[in-house]
Nanobody, 116 residues
Framework: QVQLVESGGGLVQAGGSLRLSCAAS????????MSWYRQAPGKQRELVAS???????NYADCVKGRFTISRDNAKNTVYLQMNSLKPEDTADYYC??????????WGQGTQVTVSS
């Protein structure tokens, strides 16, 4: 059974930092591309950052220079370091695992609230 469990969300003031974690089980983590998405109330889910199984990263323009995605294959965990947070970063953040021919899996999400 595949499980992706996000943690690390919470309430933070604008300009602050949070580190999200997503622990995976039931998949060969090192072979999966991992991503973070977010969904704000009334908006569509959007890609925030991704990291391939080879370590290549990609970021949404709105978070470049502020967020960093990383992975620890030994711990089956992907991280999202979020610095200089803004109120517009407020959303539910979701972890996604993808491997070609093996499918896509989502976590249950963790809430991030940035107060002004």
């Amino acid at each position: 059974q595949v499980q992706l469990v996000e943690s690390g969300g919470g309430l933070v003031q604008a300009g602050g930092s949070l580190r999200l974690s997503c622990a995976a089980s039931g998949i060969i983590f090192s072979r999966n591309d991992m991503s973070w998405y977010r969904q704000a109330p009334g908006k569509q889910r959007e890609l925030v950052a991704s990291i391939t199984n080879g370590g290549s990263t990609n970021y949404a323009d709105c978070v470049k220079g502020r967020f960093t995605i990383s992975r620890d294959n030994a711990k089956n965990t992907v991280y999202l370091q979020m610095n200089s947070l803004k109120p517009e970063d407020t959303a539910d953040y979701y972890c996604k695992a993808y491997r070609r021919f093996m499918g896509t899996y989502w976590g249950q999400g963790t809430q991030v609230t940035v107060s002004s």
